[in-house]
C-alpha cells in the first residue's frame, strides 16, 4: 500500500508546483505582452503592472466613497496598496473620446519621465476592457479647485502662487529641453496642474502629449485636440504645434494664477472678452494693479514682482510664435529681477471671444485627474 501511496503523493506534489509555475509564468508572460504593447519593454522597475484583482481591492470594488471625480476620461478613483501607499486610479471609460492610443501614448510617456514638479505614474492596469492608469494621490487636488473659487483662492497667498508658477515652468522646461526626449504637452491648464501636500504643482494628463527627437520641435495634425482658452492661435486654426504652443498656454496659466478668473468665459466678468484682452488693456494704460485678485491686493499692494510676471505672461501669449519666450527664457525671466524684460506686444485673441472652457468639455464635474479633449470651433 505505502508503494503506491508514496508515488501518488509525490506525482501530485509536482502537479502542484508545475499548477503554481505555470501560473507564475503565465501572469509573467501576460505582463511581458503588456509591455511589448506599451512599448515599456525593459522600463524601469518602478513601474508596476496591477492586476485588475488588486486595483479593486486597493478601490473597495470602486466604491462611491472612493471616488474622487468623473471627467472626459472616466471616473477617478482614490484606492490604497496592502503597503499603505495611498494611489488615484482613472478607468477609462467604455464610452469615453479617449481609445487605447491615448492610453498607450499617457504611460509610454509618463513612464519614462521624472521630475519632481510631474506626477509620478505608479502603474497602470490593462486586462481586457479595463484600462487603468495608477498615479500617486496628491491631496490637494488641482490648482482649478482653488484659483476659480471665490472661497478658495484666499487660500493661497501671493508666495505660494509664484511657487506654482515657478514650479509648473520648471516642470515644462524639463519637458521641452531636459527629458531624454522633447515632449510638447498640448494641454496645459489649471486642472491638469496637481498640487501635493506642500502645494507644490506637478504637471499631470499626458495622453495628449507629442514626443520628438532632440533635434525636433514642432509637428502637425489635422486632429486638433485640447481646450477652450489655453490653444495657441496657429494651433487651433492651423493644426500647428511647438514648444511655443506649450508657453502660450503656461501664459494664460499665469494670468489666470494672478487674477484668480478663467480665460475662457472671461467675456462674463465686465466688459472684457477674455482675460488676454482685459490684462492687455490695463497693461498698456498702466493700470497692471487692477488685473491682481483682490485677495492678494489686501494681502499686501501689488508688487515688482507682479507686475514683472504679468509681463512675462504677456511675452508668453503673443499672437505670433516666433515672438513667445521659450521656457528655458522664461524661467530665467522668472528666477532674477534685475533681468529687463522685453516689452510685449498686443497678445493673440485680445479682441474676439474664446468660448466657454465647460462648453468643450463633459458636462459632469471635472475630474482633478482629468484629462479633456476637444475640437475648437471657429471662434
Not at 223 to 251: C, H, N, Q, W
Not at 344 to 362: C, D, G, L, W
Request: net charge neutral.
Amino acid at each position: 500500500m505505502m508503494a503506491v501511496v508514496i508515488p501518488l503523493v509525490g506525482a501530485l506534489t509536482c502537479f502542484i508546483l508545475w499548477f503554481g509555475w505555470m501560473r507564475r509564468d503565465r501572469k509573467v508572460n501576460i505582463h511581458r505582452d503588456e509591455e511589448l504593447e506599451l512599448g515599456l519593454e525593459g522600463n524601469n522597475s518602478e513601474f508596476t503592472f496591477f492586476n485588475f484583482s488588486q486595483v479593486l481591492e486597493a478601490t473597495i470594488n470602486f466604491s462611491v466613497e472612493n471616488k474622487l471625480g468623473q471627467g472626459g476620461f472616466g471616473p477617478v478613483y482614490k484606492g490604497k496598496l496592502p503597503d499603505g501607499l495611498e494611489i488615484a486610479i482613472k478607468r477609462l471609460a467604455s464610452h469615453s473620446g479617449q481609445g487605447f492610443r491615448e492610453f498607450k501614448n499617457e504611460v509610454r510617456l509618463i513612464a519614462k519621465l521624472q521630475h519632481r514638479n510631474l506626477v509620478r505614474l505608479i502603474g497602470c492596469c490593462s486586462q481586457g476592457e479595463e484600462k487603468m492608469l495608477v498615479y500617486e494621490y496628491l491631496p490637494n487636488k488641482s490648482l482649478d479647485f482653488f484659483i476659480f473659487d471665490e472661497t478658495r483662492r484666499t487660500l493661497l497667498s501671493w508666495n505660494q502662487r509664484l511657487i506654482i508658477i515657478e514650479g509648473t515652468a520648471q516642470g515644462l522646461l524639463y519637458l521641452h529641453k531636459h527629458s531624454r526626449l522633447r515632449v510638447i504637452h498640448r494641454d496645459v491648464k489649471a486642472s491638469n496642474i496637481l498640487l501635493d501636500s506642500e502645494m507644490n504643482p506637478k504637471i499631470s494628463d499626458f495622453g495628449l502629449a507629442k514626443m520628438f527627437s532632440s533635434n525636433d520641435s514642432e509637428g502637425n495634425t489635422k486632429r486638433v485636440v485640447g481646450t477652450y482658452g489655453y490653444m495657441a492661435p496657429e494651433y487651433a486654426s492651423e493644426g500647428l504645434y511647438s514648444i511655443k504652443s506649450d508657453v502660450f498656454s503656461f501664459g494664460v496659466l499665469i494670468l489666470e494664477i494672478l487674477n484668480g478668473k478663467r480665460n475662457s468665459g472671461f467675456h462674463q466678468y465686465k466688459d472684457f472678452l477674455n482675460l488676454l484682452g482685459y490684462a492687455w488693456q490695463l497693461w498698456s494704460e498702466g493700470r497692471w494693479p487692477e488685473l491682481v485678485d483682490t485677495s492678494l491686493v489686501t494681502e499686501s499692494h501689488p508688487t515688482l514682482e507682479m507686475m514683472r510676471c504679468i509681463n512675462i505672461a504677456l511675452l508668453c501669449v503673443q499672437e505670433n510664435a516666433a515672438d513667445r519666450p521659450t521656457m528655458s527664457e522664461v524661467v530665467a525671466m522668472l528666477s532674477s529681477t534685475s533681468m529687463v524684460l522685453p516689452t510685449p506686444k498686443h497678445p493673440a485673441y485680445f479682441h474676439v471671444r474664446v468660448a466657454k472652457e465647460e462648453a468643450s468639455t463633459s458636462a459632469e464635474p471635472c475630474s482633478v485627474y482629468d484629462m479633456t479633449i476637444s475640437s475648437p470651433r471657429g471662434r
